[in-house]
């Protein structure tokens, strides 16, 4: 992802060095778990502009994970171009993931593979009052089927307070729609990975020291070696 002509994030009372990459403190900097795989479905981010940058925002796991996935900026009155062309694509099939509700209830649809269409789960990334209202002022996202993620867990992000327990993350949404379309091994490659990004972000936070033998941990050093000797 290209953060570059952007100011980075400045975190309230803190001047400690992040890394760049992954934006946590270098101490508890996750690059070397990082792993991306071929999913069966990609996730494209609409990110309010607020978010972005901030090193909380979990969305960045998902494209970090899941190949082919991409941000894109949200704006209501000037959609990115390239949001607009990428949705014309007659080779994927996009849903917009977002809870069920009385006034779209017409537009509400059942995950169905397509052949030779790749699924695209659109995700509104910001707060839930933001996604909502992008979800209700950009017209440009009227046309297309909403899929609501038909989960039963809880949100286990402890970094930022949710409303509810049921409004989880945007990386655990994503790993919700992997498990609801069956592809259950690389929700669990993003779920390891958003583990451990909580992990190390607590520990960083509270000057704890970060475990290093867990089980999260050794799922990725496990794909990243299959993945390297696929290759070699
Ligand atoms: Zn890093």
Redesign the pocket.
């Known amino acids: 992802m290209n953060y570059e002509n952007q100011k980075p994030f400045v975190a309230r009372g803190s001047n400690i060095e992040r ?1 760049e ?2 934006l ?1 403190p270098q101490r508890g ?3 070397d778990y990082r792993v991306s795989v071929e999913a069966r479905a990609r996730f494209w981010l609409l990110t309010h502009r607020y978010e972005t940058l901030k090193p909380t925002n979990t969305g960045r796991l998902i494209t970090d994970t899941i190949e082919g996935s991409d941000l894109f900026r949200w704006s209501r009155t000037e959609p990115d171009t390239r949001f607009l062309q990428a949705l014309d694509d007659p080779a994927i099939d996009p849903y917009i993931v977002f809870p069920e509700g009385e006034d779209y209830q017409h537009r509400m649809v059942e995950f169905e593979h397509k052949p030779g269409r790749q699924p695209v789960f659109i995700i509104l990334d910001g707060t839930w009052r933001q996604a909502r209202r992008m979800f209700r002022h950009g017209r440009y996202l009227d046309r297309l089927p909403v899929i609501q993620p038909s989960t039963t867990r809880t949100s286990r992000y402890m970094l930022r307070k949710a409303q509810h327990d049921h409004h989880l993350c945007t990386a655990e949404v994503a790993v919700a729609m992997l498990e609801q379309i069956g592809d259950q091994a690389s929700a669990d490659v993003l779920e390891a990975y958003f583990d451990i990004f909580n992990q190390h972000y607590r520990a960083s936070r509270l000057s704890r020291p970060i475990e290093s033998d867990t089980g999260a941990k050794n799922l990725l050093r496990v794909t990243q070696g299959n993945k390297a000797s696929v290759s070699a």
Request: proline share 0%.
């Open positions: 890394c990459a992954c946590l900097c996750i690059c």
